[in-house]
C-alpha cells in the first residue's frame, strides 16, 4: 500500500517536474555554481587617472563567479563577443566608441555604462531626461540621494534572488559616489529606483523580446546597473555577525544585487510559446475546469449589458464555476470565490474600494478603476485616462494594441509590435502602472500607457500597498468584448490564465 | 567610566585621544617630516618582540626572548628586566596596577606588578604558543591569543575565567571596548569576532584584496578596524558591518601591532594609522574623513621592524628591530 502510494507521489512529481520543464514559459536563473565556466566578454576602456577604475577588480569578481573571462577592449570589433555566455560592458568603454556595437548582439549584455544607454536601445537618448550620470563632482547634493534606492522590483526575478523590499536600500557605502540611471520603456523591468521617481532606474532589466525603445526589440536580456568606474567596491554588503540582522541584509543590497543581475542576465531567458488561440483556450479550459469564478457587473446596464453576458458565457464554455454579482454587493460576494473579474459596467464611484483588498487574484476590466485599486496613481487622464471618448479625450478612437511584454504569457505567444485588439476603432482605456507592473501591451504611440498589464502577488503597487494577489488591467470598455478579434480573444485568455495559475517563478522570471 | 578609559588607552599607548600631535595636512612621503631620531639599545641577545608605552610612567616595555626590558621612554636606559620565557607581547591593566607577558615558549602568562616591575604570578594556559594580547578595560580581562583559540584572563586575579576556540593562526588582537575582540587570522585571511563578555566566536569579518592578515588597531570613534596584511595591503573595515571601506598599499611582510589615533582638529591630520613592516618600512596612513583615508607616505627603515607604539606626550613612535642587533627605534618629527 505505502509502496503504492509512493508510487504514485513520484509519478505525480515527476509529471509536475515534466510540465515545468517542458513549458515553453519556463525560465529559471542559474544557479551560482551553475556561472562555472560561463563565458563573459569584458569590455572595457582606457584608465583616466582622475577616476580610478574599479575594472581590475570587477574581472577579479567575476571570475570569483566562475566566469572565464575574456578582457576587450572599447575598440574591438563586436566579433570579439563570438561564443561569449554574456558581454559585461563598463563604464570605462567610450560609448562613442562602442555607439550601437552591440546593440544588435544576440548574447546578453550586463552593462553600468549610462552613456551607452541609448545607443543599446536601452533608453531614449536625452541627456539628463531619459538618463544621466550623477558625478558628486557637479552634482554634490543629488549625489547624496542615489546613496538610495527604492526596491521597486521586488518580484522581479532579480528582486526575489535578493530578497529585495519595497523600500529604501543602500546602493553604496556612505561617501557620494557617481551613479547612473536610465528611464527604460515600455517593456523593461525596474529593480530599483531613485529619488522617488519611479522611472527613474537605477536597475532595470528587457528580457529576450520585450520591447525596448524606439520598438526595438530585445535580441538577447539586457541589463543596465547604476554603479560607475570606480566604486564596485563600494557597493554595499554587511559581513559577520551583523549579517545576521535581517534589517541589515535588507540594506546592504548592493553586491549582492550586481551578483544577481549577472546571473539573471546569462541565464537562459524566457520561451514564449507560439500564438495558437485555440490551444490556448484548450489550456486555459484545463486549468479553469471547476475554479470559482466571481464575475462583478452592473445589472441592467444601459450600455454594456450584451458583452457582459458573453462574456460570462465565454467563461463559463471554459469550465469555470461562475458567479454573477451586482456592482452594489457586499465585497464578502468574493468569500469562497478563487478570482474576482470586475467588469468595465460597473460605476468606479459606485464600486467604491471594494475588491483591492481581497486576497484571491482580481482582473479589472476598466483601466479608470486604477486608483480605486490602487494600480496607479490618483491623476486622472496623467496616471491613467482613455483613448477615443470624446469629451474625455484628445486621442482618437483606437483598435490596434502595442506589445512590448512579447515573452510573457498574457502576451499570448503574439509577436512584439502591432496587433489588431478590436475590429473598428474605439475608446482605450489606458493606465501608467508602477514599475513593478508587468507590461504586456500599450497604446500605438504612447508607450508609457498601457493597456494591458498585470502585477504579481506582493509587488509594491501605487504608494508602496502590496498586492494581496494578482492583480491585472484588461481594456475592455463597455461594448468592447463583442467587438475583440481573434487576437484580442487570445490576449483575453491569456491574461486570465496568468490570473489564476499559482504564482510561480516560472511566470515572472523575467521580470 | 569614560575618563578611566581613555586615560587606559593613553597609557598604553594606543589611542591617545587628547594627543596635540600635529602632521601638516599636506605631507607626503618626502615631507612628513618623520625621520630617525634615535636608537635605544639593548642588552642581551634574542629577538624582540612587541613593544608598549606607558606615557604616563615614561616607560618602554620591550619584548625581548627571556626578558622583558623596561627603559626610560625618553633615554632609553634601562629601568629593570622582568624574566620570561619568549616573550611575546606585554599589556598592562592600570586599573590594576598589573602587567603581563606572554611567555610563548613555557604556554603561560606572567602577571607582574608595574610599580615594583616583579612577577606576582604566573598564569598557565591551556593552550601552546601564546602570542599577542590585548586588555579590555570594559570587562576587565586580558585576552591572550594562542594555538587554537584566545585565553581570558581576570585582569585582577590572574584567574583563566574561560577561553573560545578559534580556526587558525592568530595573530594581533584588539577590543572595541564594547563587547567585541576583532582577532587577525593569519592563515584564513579573515578577521574573528568574539564577544568579550560571553567568550562565544560569533563570525569572521572578509578583509578585501588583504592576505596574511597579522596587525591590528582599532579607531573606536569611527568604528574602523585597520588590518595590516603581509601582502602589503591594508584593509580598513567598517566594523558595524564588517565592510571593507579601503584597501590602501603599506610595507610588505608581517606587522605585528599597528597603531591609530582618532580626529586631531583643525590643522591637523583628522586621524592617522601607523603600520611598520617587517621589510622596514614605516606607512602613514592619513584619515581625510571617517569614510576616506589616504597612503600619505612613508619612513624607510631596517628591516625587521614589526612592532609600532606611540608615546601620546612627545608624539614619538617606538619600534623594535634586532637584524643586527637588538635595539629600539626612535622616530618622530
Not at chain 1, 483613448?387 to 509577436?415: C, T
Not at chain 1, 509587488?459 to 481573434?486: K, Q, S, W
Not at chain 2, 599577542?132 to 594555538?147: G, L, Q, S
Request: aromatic share 10%; net charge negative; with cysteine.
Amino acid at each position: 500500500m505505502i509502496v503504492r502510494l509512493r508510487f504514485r507521489v513520484a509519478t505525480v512529481l515527476l509529471a509536475l517536474a515534466g510540465m515545468i520543464l517542458c513549458s515553453p514559459a519556463f525560465s529559471q536563473m542559474l544557479s551560482p555554481s551553475a556561472l562555472k565556466g560561463k563565458k563573459v566578454l569584458f569590455v572595457t576602456g582606457a584608465a583616466d587617472e582622475e577616476h580610478p577604475s574599479d575594472d581590475p577588480l570587477v574581472q577579479k569578481h567575476l571570475q570569483s563567479m566562475g566566469f572565464a573571462v575574456t578582457m576587450a577592449k572599447d575598440t574591438d570589433p563586436a566579433s570579439a563577443a563570438e561564443g561569449a555566455d554574456l558581454i559585461v560592458i563598463s563604464s570605462t568603454a567610450n560609448p562613442r566608441i562602442l555607439q550601437k556595437k552591440y546593440a544588435q548582439s544576440p548574447i546578453p549584455v550586463f552593462t553600468w555604462n549610462a552613456y551607452a544607454y541609448p545607443d543599446m536601445q536601452m533608453t531614449g537618448p536625452r541627456l539628463h531626461t531619459d538618463y544621466e550620470v550623477v558625478d558628486p563632482t557637479q552634482f554634490f547634493a543629488r549625489s547624496f540621494s542615489e546613496l538610495y534606492a527604492f526596491g521597486a522590483g521586488n518580484k522581479s526575478e532579480i528582486g526575489e534572488a535578493v530578497g529585495l523590499k519595497p523600500q529604501l536600500f543602500g546602493t553604496l557605502y556612505l561617501q557620494p559616489g557617481t551613479v547612473g540611471w536610465g528611464r527604460p520603456v515600455a517593456g523593461a523591468t525596474i529593480v530599483a529606483n531613485f529619488e522617488g521617481d519611479p522611472g527613474k532606474a537605477g536597475i532595470f532589466a528587457y528580457e529576450k523580446g520585450a520591447t525596448m525603445y524606439n520598438e526595438f526589440v530585445a535580441p538577447a536580456r539586457r541589463v543596465g546597473f547604476y554603479m560607475s568606474s570606480g566604486n564596485f567596491h563600494l557597493l554595499t554588503a554587511v559581513y559577520g555577525p551583523p549579517a545576521d540582522d535581517p534589517d541589515l541584509r535588507d540594506w546592504y543590497l548592493g553586491l549582492r544585487l550586481f551578483d544577481a543581475s549577472l546571473r539573471w542576465a546569462v541565464s537562459p531567458p524566457v520561451q514564449p510559446s507560439a500564438y495558437n488561440p485555440s490551444k490556448l483556450h484548450d489550456a486555459l479550459a484545463r486549468i479553469a475546469k471547476g475554479k470559482k469564478l466571481l464575475f462583478v457587473i452592473r445589472q441592467n446596464a444601459f450600455e454594456g449589458k450584451e458583452a457582459d453576458q458573453h462574456i460570462a458565457e465565454h467563461l463559463k464554455s471554459l469550465g469555470f464555476d461562475l458567479t454573477i454579482a451586482d456592482q452594489m454587493d457586499p465585497q464578502t460576494r468574493a468569500q469562497g470565490q478563487e478570482a474576482v473579474i470586475l467588469s468595465a459596467t460597473c460605476s468606479k464611484y459606485k464600486l467604491s474600494n471594494k475588491y483591492r483588498d481581497v486576497g484571491i487574484p482580481v482582473l479589472v476590466l476598466e483601466g479608470l478603476f486604477a486608483d480605486t485599486m490602487r494600480m496607479a496613481g490618483r491623476y486622472r487622464y496623467v496616471d491613467y485616462g482613455e483613448h477615443g471618448e470624446p469629451k474625455e479625450s484628445e486621442d482618437p478612437p483606437e483598435s490596434y494594441l502595442d506589445i512590448v511584454g512579447s515573452w510573457h504569457p498574457m502576451a499570448a505567444g503574439l509577436k512584439p509590435g502591432l496587433v489588431q485588439f478590436i475590429k473598428e476603432p474605439d475608446v482605450l482605456k489606458w493606465v501608467i502602472p508602477e514599475p513593478s507592473a508587468i507590461s504586456i501591451a500599450s497604446l500605438p504611440g504612447t508607450p508609457e500607457q498601457k493597456a494591458i498589464f498585470g502585477y504579481e502577488k506582493g509587488a509594491a503597487m501605487y504608494g508602496g500597498y502590496i498586492a494581496p494577489a494578482r492583480r491585472a488591467v484588461f481594456p475592455l470598455d463597455n461594448p468592447a468584448y463583442d467587438d475583440l478579434t481573434e487576437q484580442g480573444v487570445a490576449l483575453f485568455d491569456a491574461t486570465i490564465q496568468w490570473l489564476i495559475e499559482t504564482p510561480s517563478s516560472t511566470e515572472n522570471a523575467a521580470r | 567610566m569614560e575618563k578611566s578609559k581613555q586615560s587606559i588607552r593613553a597609557a598604553i599607548g594606543i589611542l591617545p585621544l587628547f594627543a596635540s600631535f600635529f602632521i601638516p595636512a599636506t605631507a607626503h612621503s618626502a615631507d612628513n617630516g618623520y625621520h630617525l631620531l634615535a636608537r635605544y639599545k639593548l642588552t642581551g641577545h634574542g629577538k624582540t618582540g612587541n613593544i608598549r608605552v606607558d606615557s604616563e610612567a615614561r616607560r618602554l616595555y620591550v619584548a625581548h626572548g627571556d626578558r622583558v626590558d623596561v627603559l626610560n621612554a625618553d633615554t632609553g636606559a634601562s629601568v629593570g628586566i622582568l624574566p620570561a620565557n619568549g616573550s611575546n607581547d606585554i599589556v598592562l591593566a592600570p586599573d590594576f596596577k598589573h602587567g603581563f607577558i606572554s611567555n610563548g615558549t613555557a604556554a603561560s602568562v606572567a602577571m607582574f606588578d608595574t610599580a615594583t616591575l616583579k612577577v606576582v604570578r604566573t598564569i598557565k594556559l591551556a593552550t601552546q604558543n601564546p602570542g599577542a594580547m590585548e586588555y579590555d578595560p570594559e570587562v576587565k580581562r586580558v585576552f591572550v591569543a594562542a594555538t587554537g583559540g584566545v585565553a581570558a584572563i581576570d585582569a585582577n586575579s590572574g584567574e583563566v575565567v574561560g577561553s573560545v576556540p578559534l580556526e587558525g593562526r592568530l595573530g594581533h588582537l584588539i577590543s572595541n571596548d564594547y563587547g567585541r575582540l576583532f582577532v587577525a587570522a593569519e592563515d584564513h585571511d579573515v578577521i574573528h569576532i568574539v564577544d568579550t563578555d560571553a567568550l562565544k566566536f560569533l563570525g569572521d569579518f572578509p578583509i578585501g584584496t588583504g592576505t596574511g592578515p597579522s596587525g591590528v588597531a582599532l579607531d573606536p570613534s569611527g568604528r574602523r578596524l585597520f588590518v595590516a596584511c603581509t601582502n602589503g595591503r591594508l584593509p580598513i573595515i567598517d566594523t558595524d558591518i564588517g565592510f571593507t571601506i579601503e584597501d590602501l598599499p603599506i610595507g610588505n611582510g608581517p606587522t605585528s601591532d599597528v597603531f591609530a589615533f582618532t580626529p586631531q582638529g583643525k590643522g591637523g591630520w583628522k586621524g592617522a594609522v601607523f603600520v611598520a613592516s617587517a621589510d622596514g618600512t614605516l606607512s602613514l596612513i592619513k584619515m581625510n574623513a571617517f569614510i576616506s583615508y589616504s597612503h600619505a607616505g612613508e619612513v624607510k627603515l631596517q628591516p625587521g621592524i614589526q612592532s609600532v607604539a606611540f608615546d601620546s606626550k612627545t608624539h614619538r613612535v617606538f619600534m623594535p628591530a634586532s637584524e643586527n642587533s637588538a635595539e629600539i627605534l626612535v622616530v618622530g618629527q
